[in-house]
């Protein structure tokens, strides 16, 4: 069968030199999440919760690290989790490898996290509302909208059972989506971050830019991060990592399509189909179709 290719590592097409982009997660969690840049942060949560930046004054950064033990971690999840004032805590991360089971996978940490607010024996009333807000490179919910809100709502009346429950999914690709084009507002501030995240070039960073103080200011820190050594080496080792992962999956997913290549192949062996015919249809070489018939003859 025909290897597909693994994309390569993102960067950010720019005259001024290397820029790492800000969908890698390493480089996402050093921009949003560093304490310094809290306003950028604020801008964001802003914009995707539609609730007024006052509310977010008093925001707790809770998980900093970043060493390069973490960054190069299989298992390591870059996420930003911040608690405000009123104990509310929301958890942000860019998932950058395609999970099948998405929804699944959310409702499990949105719920770790909601029940880590309580001991037991405490009384419910300790529970605070946890937001999770999802940052997809793939296409993840079959609604033709970039950005989608979720809550716990009773069927027929939409009346919303509690508040504690909020799961946001933004997803990137569909800004490319040909079937949303005319639907997107480009002048609404989550399609201005999710674009920001998205761009792979420095023009389309500097039109935004000018729209939104806060992606300039975001962008004139990703410029400094991209200079700094330490920081590039760090972005690199993530790159390398995610390289990997995305490779496993590529080469999991072709070993099962060769898997149901070949017992296709088998099945039209079997019914005297010509070599040329099981060709078209498995994308079998006719190497890999004769020795089938070798095997089977044996």
């Not at 607010?117 to 940052?135: A, F, H, P, Q």
């Not at 970039?146 to 716990?152: E, G, M, N, R």
Request: include cysteine; glycine fraction near 4%; hydrophobic fraction near 35%.
């Amino acid at each position: 069968m025909v290897k597909k290719g693994i994309s390569k590592v993102r960067r950010i097409e720019s005259n001024e030199g290397f820029l790492m982009s800000p969908k890698n997660d390493f480089a996402f969690k050093m921009l949003f999440g560093d304490p310094k840049n809290k306003d950028i942060l604020i801008s964001f949560l802003s914009a995707v919760m539609k609730i007024k930046e006052e509310r977010f004054e008093e925001l707790e950064l809770i998980n900093t690290e970043l060493t390069r033990e973490f960054v190069e971690d299989k298992k390591g999840i870059l996420d930003i989790r911040v608690k405000l004032k009123d104990g509310t805590e929301i958890d942000i991360e860019i998932q950058l490898s395609y999970t099948k089971y998405m929804a699944e996978r959310t409702l499990f940490y949105w719920s770790r996290m909601y029940t880590g607010n309580i001991e037991s024996g405490d009384s419910y009333s300790k529970l605070r509302k946890c937001v999770t807000i999802n940052i997809l490179d793939f296409v993840s919910t079959p609604l033709d909208k970039v950005h989608s809100k979720y809550h716990i709502i009773e069927d027929d009346t939409s009346y919303k059972l509690t508040d504690v429950l909020e799961i946001h999914f933004l997803e990137l690709p569909k800004l490319r989506d040909e079937k949303l084009k005319g639907k997107i507002d480009e002048d609404d501030e989550t399609v201005e971050w999710m674009m920001f995240l998205e761009a792979d070039k420095k023009e389309v960073l500097d039109v935004l830019g000018n729209k939104n103080e806060k992606i300039k200011k975001a962008t004139s820190i990703l410029e400094i991060m991209s200079k700094d050594k330490k920081t590039r080496m760090l972005y690199e080792a993530r790159e390398a990592e995610l390289h990997d992962q995305a490779t496993k999956i590529e080469e999991a997913r072709e070993e099962g399509e060769y898997k149901k290549a070949v017992k296709i192949a088998k099945n039209l062996i079997k019914k005297g189909m010509e070599v040329e015919f099981i060709k078209e249809v498995t994308e079998l070489t006719q190497k890999e179709i004769e020795e089938l018939k070798n095997q089977m003859n044996n």
